[in-house]
Nanobody, 123 residues
């Protein structure tokens, strides 16, 4: 069974950093594209970043230069390092693959969502 477990969220002050983890089970993460998404209250879920099976990384414009996506194949885990956090970054963050088991970003199919992790950015 394909499962994704996100963790690492928390409360951080503006300008601070967090690292989110997405542990994959039931499949090999390096064979698939995996994306990070977020959803703030009252807003639609949006893509933040995505890593293709070949390691190519993609970022939404507002996080470019502040967030870094990476993958540890030995741990079957994808990370999202978030630096210079802003109040607008506050949301529940999710990782996902899609129904097509896509190897490349973007993920166009129906998503297989992992459990989300809350990120709060506040002073």
């Amino acid at each position: 069974e394909v499962q994704l477990q996100a963790s690492g969220g928390g409360l951080v002050q503006p300008g601070g950093s967090l690292r989110l983890s997405c542990v994959a089970s039931g499949f090999t993460a390096e064979d698939h594209a995996i994306g990070w998404f977020r959803q703030a209250p009252g807003k639609e879920r949006e893509v933040v970043s995505c890593i293709s099976h070949n390691g190519a990384m993609h970022y939404e414009a507002s996080v470019q230069g502040r967030f870094t996506i990476s993958r540890d194949n030995a741990r079957n885990t994808v990370y999202l390092q978030m630096n210079s956090l802003k109040p607008d970054d506050a949301a529940v963050y999710y990782c996902a693959t899609d129904e097509y088991e896509s190897m490349y970003c973007p993920l166009l199919g129906k998503k297989n969502w992992g459990q989300g992790t809350q990120v709060t950015v506040s002073s």
